[in-house]
């Protein structure tokens, strides 16, 4: 299949996604999108102690059907040495957040690639992810924690990032002949 007749068909079902809905806020569409699995989600299926299938998770929008493919992260574990597959949870969805906060708060840098394809850029420090959090979890919970009271650390926080770049979530229509693949970073 030629790279333009691919282009054509994520944009047609990105387009179905986010187009037909009545919804003027897509940010609601996003979040109808399954994008987290909990590390007890019977519908893992484990290929070796480590390594596990994508999960595919049903949903809906405005009375249309669509599943959600959420292949794992996989890479090496720096104390074990061995390839492990991590799906994202709720520490991705917090850290994801508060990127998101991040960003509506701050300029984001808007550059193109070789291919003239915007990228958008934002700087931020784990101090900064971790601020939001724990703003996050204040509002949330009526808490008065401190941002060295975040429940991550630097490492995890890195180790989150990694998941929410290499994870793979491919939204696919009811019939299952187009697809939208993205990553959340």
Not at 114 to 120: A, G, N, P, Y
Request: hydrophobic share 30%.
């Amino acid at each position: 299949m030629s790279d333009s007749k691919q282009l054509q068909e994520a944009l047609g079902i990105q387009l179905e996604l986010f187009q037909s809905t009545k919804r003027l806020n897509l940010s609601e569409t996003y979040e109808v999108i399954p994008k987290n699995v909990s590390s007890n989600d019977p519908l893992i299926k484990w290929v070796s102690k480590f390594i596990a299938e994508p999960v595919e998770k049903c949903f809906s929008i405005e009375g249309k059907s669509y599943v959600s493919e959420i292949s794992p992260a996989n890479f090496k574990n720096k104390r074990t040495k061995q390839f492990q597959s991590h799906f994202p949870d709720l520490r991705e969805a917090r850290i994801e957040y508060a990127i998101i906060s991040l960003a509506s708060k701050q300029i984001i840098d808007i550059d193109t690639d070789s291919e003239d394809k915007r990228i958008f850029t934002i700087r931020t420090t784990y101090y900064q992810i971790q601020k939001e959090i724990v703003e996050a979890i204040n509002k949330r919970e009526s808490k008065d924690l401190k941002p060295n009271e975040c429940p991550y650390n630097t490492t995890s926080i890195r180790e989150a990032l990694e998941v929410l770049k290499r994870t793979d979530i491919t939204v696919k229509n009811h019939a299952g002949d187009s697809e939208y693949i993205f990553n959340r970073i």
